[in-house]
Each structure stands twice: as structure tokens, then as C-alpha cells.
């Protein structure tokens, strides 16, 4: 299926353009166009208020003999949405508006006509002023005098400022920037307090820290005053009391061993003398 939109068209060969019929049309033929209505308008007829935006089915034509800088000018035609007068305006490239001609009055123009008559006056002034050299000299004049008016006006106003005023704004301002000063001493010095408290916390600890460690010293070690001279008496007597144990519980074990070979019946051991009169008497014999 070939395509509906077609870029390059097919020209035969024998192609001609110059014998294709030309449509005859009238110069100032009118074509219909789809617009917003460009500002707020009134009818004229029955006051129906058409607002800036409103879409209408519009005829455009060119206006003949009318140009700006060789720019065309363009007509619109709109009818009325309630009794269907006919409402025209055209373009304004000069001012990049658009103006209205019949039908309707345009609303909101206050602004626009005061412009427009300021516009006007002061060409009126320039013109007056490049063809009259003595409204020049006027007017300079006139300028010049309402200078001195305004600064005689603005050293009296300052005069009687001068009679009026009580406060010294000299004093003042010394006084706001003495506050400025005694306020950054206050601050230098609460900075400098928090330092040395910061500080002073720092020693203290340190301090503890030493003071625990000499304690524990204190108590592991004792002055030479206070160390006792071992009791030499006490201690030979442990050394004889522990040879005799020693002797005592040998002799047991050798009675321990003889008792099942020999046949002898166990004495009744009431306690360590026991034992020892028991091996002495088994000495005494086995001599």
C-alpha cells in the first residue's frame, strides 16, 4: 500500500508547469481564519462584553494602501456571540497592538490613552523647542529656577531640623559602639574563665591519679621500725617437731609392712604415744 503523505512526487519528463491553467483571484479576497479576540471589547449594539481570549470564526483581508516599514497591515471581521453585529479591527505594527474600527469600544484604555497623550506632548515640546529658540531660554529658565527653590526649600527644612533636634546622634552612636565593646570584653573573659576551669579539672585529675597510686604503695610496703626479728627458739622447736613426725610416720609404715609376715596382732593404737611405745618395745625385743 503506498503511503497517503508524500515528500517527492513523481514529474514526467514532458512535464510543463507553464501549461497548467491559473486560478484567477481577486486581489482583496477574504479568507476564513480561526482567532482569539486580542483585548476586552464592548458591543456597541447591546453592550455585550466580548473578554481578551475569547475564540471566534474570523474573515481576514489585507488593507490596501496602508503599510509600515513595508509590513502589511491585516483587517478582521468577528461577529457579536449575542446579536451578531459585525465587529471589525486591524493590526498595529507600529505600536505591536491592534486597533478597533467599528462595532465595539475597547475597554481598559485609560492607561494606553494617557500614554498616547504623553507620547504627543512631549514631540509637541521638542518641536516647539527646535523651532523657538526663545521657548528654549524659557524653559531652560524655568529649570533653572526650580532648582534653586528646591535646594533654599531643602536647607530650610534642614534648619529647622537643626532648632528641633535634642538628641545627639554623636553620643549615640559612641554609646551603641561602647556596648559593642564591653560586650566582646564580657565574652573574652567568660572564654577565657571556661579555659582555665577546663584546665584546673585537667590538674585535679592528674592529681587523683597520683594520690591513688602513692596510697597503694603506702600499704604494700612497711617501714623497717615496724618488721619483727623472727623468735629463734620458736623456730628450732618447730624444726624438732617436725622430725619427730617425720620419724613417727616412717615407723608406722615399716609396723605396717612386719604385721601380715610375722603373725603379730595389731595393738590398739589410741594415738601417736602409742606408736611409740609400741616400736620401742619391738626394738627391745628384736636386741
Not at 1 to 29: G, T
Not at 41 to 46: A, D, E, H, N
Not at 140 to 149: A, M, Y
Not at 180 to 192: A, G, S
Given at each position: 500500500?503506498?503511503e497517503?503523505k508524500?515528500?517527492n512526487?513523481?514529474?514526467?519528463?514532458?512535464?510543463?508547469p507553464?501549461?497548467?491553467?491559473?486560478?484567477k483571484?481577486?486581489?482583496?479576497?477574504?479568507?476564513?481564519?480561526?482567532?482569539?479576540?486580542p483585548f476586552?471589547m464592548?458591543c456597541k449594539?447591546?453592550?455585550?462584553?466580548?473578554?481578551?481570549g475569547?475564540k471566534?470564526n474570523?474573515?481576514?483581508?489585507?488593507v490596501?494602501?496602508e503599510?509600515?516599514?513595508n509590513?502589511?497591515i491585516?483587517r478582521?471581521?468577528i461577529?457579536?456571540?449575542r446579536?451578531?453585529?459585525?465587529?471589525?479591527?486591524?493590526t498595529d505594527?507600529?505600536?505591536?497592538?491592534?486597533e478597533i474600527?467599528?462595532?465595539?469600544t475597547?475597554?481598559?484604555?485609560?492607561?494606553?490613552?494617557?500614554?498616547?497623550q504623553?507620547?504627543?506632548?512631549?514631540?509637541?515640546?521638542?518641536?516647539e523647542?527646535?523651532?523657538?529658540p526663545?521657548?528654549?531660554?524659557e524653559?531652560?529658565t524655568?529649570?533653572?529656577k526650580n532648582?534653586i527653590?528646591?535646594?533654599e526649600s531643602l536647607?530650610?527644612l534642614r534648619?529647622?531640623n537643626?532648632?528641633?533636634?535634642?538628641v545627639d546622634y554623636?553620643?549615640?552612636?559612641k554609646?551603641?559602639?561602647?556596648e559593642d565593646?564591653?560586650k566582646?570584653?564580657?565574652?573574652?573573659q567568660q572564654?577565657?574563665?571556661?579555659?582555665?576551669?577546663?584546665s584546673?579539672?585537667l590538674k585535679h585529675?592528674r592529681?587523683q591519679?597520683?594520690?591513688?597510686i602513692?596510697?597503694?604503695?603506702i600499704?604494700?610496703?612497711?617501714t623497717p621500725a615496724?618488721i619483727?626479728?623472727p623468735?629463734?627458739?620458736k623456730?628450732?622447736v618447730?624444726?624438732?617437731?617436725?622430725?619427730n613426725?617425720t620419724k613417727?610416720?616412717i615407723l608406722?609404715n615399716?609396723?605396717?609392712r612386719?604385721?601380715?609376715?610375722?603373725n603379730?596382732?595389731?595393738?590398739?593404737?589410741?594415738?601417736?604415744?602409742?606408736?611409740?611405745n609400741?616400736?620401742?618395745?619391738?626394738?627391745?625385743?628384736s636386741e
Amino acid at each position: 500500500m503506498s503511503e497517503r503523505k508524500v515528500l517527492n512526487k513523481y514529474y514526467p519528463p514532458d512535464f510543463d508547469p507553464s501549461k497548467i491553467p491559473r486560478m484567477k483571484l481577486a486581489k482583496n479576497r477574504q479568507y476564513t481564519v480561526r482567532l482569539m479576540a486580542p483585548f476586552n471589547m464592548r458591543c456597541k449594539t447591546c453592550g455585550e462584553y466580548i473578554y481578551k481570549g475569547k475564540k471566534f470564526n474570523a474573515r481576514k483581508e489585507d488593507v490596501e494602501n496602508e503599510t509600515y516599514l513595508n509590513i502589511r497591515i491585516y483587517r478582521f471581521y468577528i461577529k457579536c456571540t449575542r446579536c451578531l453585529q459585525e465587529i471589525s479591527f486591524k493590526t498595529d505594527p507600529k505600536n505591536t497592538d491592534y486597533e478597533i474600527e467599528a462595532g465595539a469600544t475597547r475597554n481598559f484604555m485609560a492607561l494606553k490613552l494617557a500614554e498616547e497623550q504623553a507620547r504627543r506632548e512631549e514631540e509637541e515640546a521638542r518641536e516647539e523647542e527646535t523651532n523657538n529658540p526663545m521657548k528654549l531660554l524659557e524653559n531652560r529658565t524655568q529649570q533653572s529656577k526650580n532648582e534653586i527653590e528646591l535646594l533654599e526649600s531643602l536647607e530650610e527644612l534642614r534648619d529647622l531640623n537643626r532648632r528641633q533636634e535634642t538628641v545627639d546622634y554623636d553620643l549615640m552612636l559612641k554609646q551603641y559602639n561602647g556596648e559593642d565593646k564591653i560586650k566582646r570584653i564580657l565574652e573574652m573573659q567568660q572564654k577565657e574563665d571556661e579555659e582555665t576551669i577546663k584546665s584546673m579539672r585537667l590538674k585535679h585529675k592528674r592529681l587523683q591519679g597520683d594520690t591513688r597510686i602513692l596510697e597503694e604503695t603506702i600499704e604494700t610496703v612497711e617501714t623497717p621500725a615496724k618488721i619483727r626479728k623472727p623468735n629463734t627458739a620458736k623456730m628450732e622447736v618447730s624444726t624438732s617437731q617436725s622430725a619427730n613426725r617425720t620419724k613417727k610416720n616412717i615407723l608406722s609404715n615399716m609396723i605396717k609392712r612386719k604385721l601380715p609376715d610375722e603373725n603379730i596382732s595389731k595393738p590398739n593404737m589410741g594415738g601417736p604415744l602409742s606408736l611409740v611405745n609400741y616400736s620401742e618395745s619391738s626394738d627391745d625385743t628384736s636386741e
